[in-house]
T-cell receptor
């Protein structure tokens, strides 16, 4: 069974640009969560999608948005990039009623 | 608000010895779940073990066990017989019941800052 996949793995952007990251959950998983990991703030919850609906949202500005498609694949978008958005963005998927969240390898975003 | 505290900056252990990684938490919820994840240098988060707040037995998964002391609000990870491949960052995380959907699916893990474990040959 394939794990969670994230594309691209690495990304370099400049300030002011926007970026879209993609996450494909494990087959059958309908919940997808996104996390940002930085050396200073650690791991922080961005949002969670379930059956194409955003169910929970963390404390991030509106520049961070996401969506989920009918096949459970999810994308997150960051507009007007700032230097502080440089981070490892992790996606996790889970199955209803199961405690474990399975994480993907992450997308490392560098904003110059 | 929920909070996870991991104060050990870095830990060293000799191969084949046991090591305990500390985690304390704070929550006002009666129902919650505690997790430990391993993050190697590659970046991927690997699930290790889960403990529910109402579980009476300490969770065990192979060489991993969770020393759950509810009254002290601690959930320490014990790794027995350390291996070189155990060298990584270890994160303690919590999920509160208020973030469980009607389906019981997961959402919003709150993570600690992590602990670096280095296993010496």
């Amino acid at each position: 069974k394939a794990g969670v996949t994230q594309t691209p793995r690495y990304l370099i952007k400049t300030r002011g640009q926007q970026v879209t990251l993609s996450c494909s959950p494990i087959s059958g998983h309908r919940s997808v969560s996104w996390y940002q990991q930085t050396p200073g703030q650690g791991l922080q919850f961005l949002f969670e999608y379930f059956s194409e609906t955003q169910r929970n949202k963390g404390n991030f500005p509106g520049r961070f948005s996401g969506r989920q498609f009918s096949n459970s694949r999810s994308e997150m978008n960051v507009s007007t990039l700032e230097l502080g958005d440089s981070a490892l963005y992790l996606c996790a998927s889970s199955l209803e009623g199961v405690n474990e969240q399975f994480f993907g390898p992450g997308t490392r975003l560098t904003v110059l | 608000a929920q909070k996870i505290t991991q104060t050990q900056p870095g830990m060293f252990v000799q191969e084949k010895e046991a090591v305990t990684l500390d985690c304390t938490y704070d929550t006002s919820d009666q129902s919650y779940g505690l997790f430990w994840y391993k993050q190697p240098s590659s970046g991927e988060m690997i699930f290790l073990i889960y403990q529910g707040s109402y579980d009476e037995q300490n969770a065990t998964e192979g060489r991993y066990s969770l020393n759950f002391q509810k009254a002290r609000k601690s959930a320490n990870l014990v790794i027995s017989a350390s291996q070189l491949g155990d060298s990584a960052m270890y994160f303690c995380a919590m999920r509160e019941a208020s973030f469980l959907s009607y389906t019981g699916a997961n959402s919003k893990l709150t993570f600690g800052k992590g602990i670096t474990l280095s296993v010496r040959p």
